[in-house]
Nanobody
C-alpha cells in the first residue's frame, strides 16, 4: 500500500521558520502532483501550496512570498519551507499527492496523517 508520512512540525515563535517533509512509500509507479493543505480548529481545510511534476508551483495568497514548496523525486518526498511564520499559520498541515501505484493504470489521491504547526509568542 502507498502511504504518506509527514514530519517537521512543532512550536515556533512569530517570525520563525519550520521545514515540513512528506515522504511517499510503497509500490509506486509515478507521482504527479504533490501539495500541502492545512486546517485550523473550527475552520475548513485549505490549500497551501502545490507542485507539479514539471516543477511548477502554486501558493495561497496568504503564504505567497513566505512559504516555498519543493520536491525530491529520487526520494519521493515533498517539502514545505515556512518562513516569517505568523500566529494565523497555526494549523495541522496535511500532505497530499496524486500517485499511480504499480498495480493500477490511473492515479489515486493520498493523504498523510497530518503534523501540527503552532506559532505563538
Amino acid at each position: 500500500q502507498v502511504q504518506l508520512v509527514e514530519s517537521g512540525g512543532g512550536l515556533v515563535q512569530p517570525g520563525g521558520s519550520l521545514r515540513l517533509s512528506c515522504a511517499a512509500s510503497g509500490s509506486i509507479f509515478s507521482i504527479n502532483i504533490m501539495g500541502w493543505y492545512r486546517q485550523a480548529p473550527g475552520k475548513q481545510r485549505e490549500l497551501v501550496a502545490t507542485i507539479f511534476s514539471s516543477g511548477r508551483t502554486n501558493y495561497a495568497d496568504s503564504v505567497q512570498g513566505r512559504f516555498s514548496i519543493s520536491r525530491d523525486n529520487d526520494k519521493n518526498t515533498v517539502y514545505l519551507q515556512m518562513n516569517t511564520l505568523k500566529p494565523e499559520d497555526t494549523a495541522v498541515y496535511y500532505c497530499n499527492a496524486a500517485i499511480r501505484p504499480n498495480d493500477l493504470v490511473y492515479n489515486v489521491n493520498y493523504w498523510g496523517q497530518g503534523t501540527q504547526v503552532t506559532v505563538t509568542s
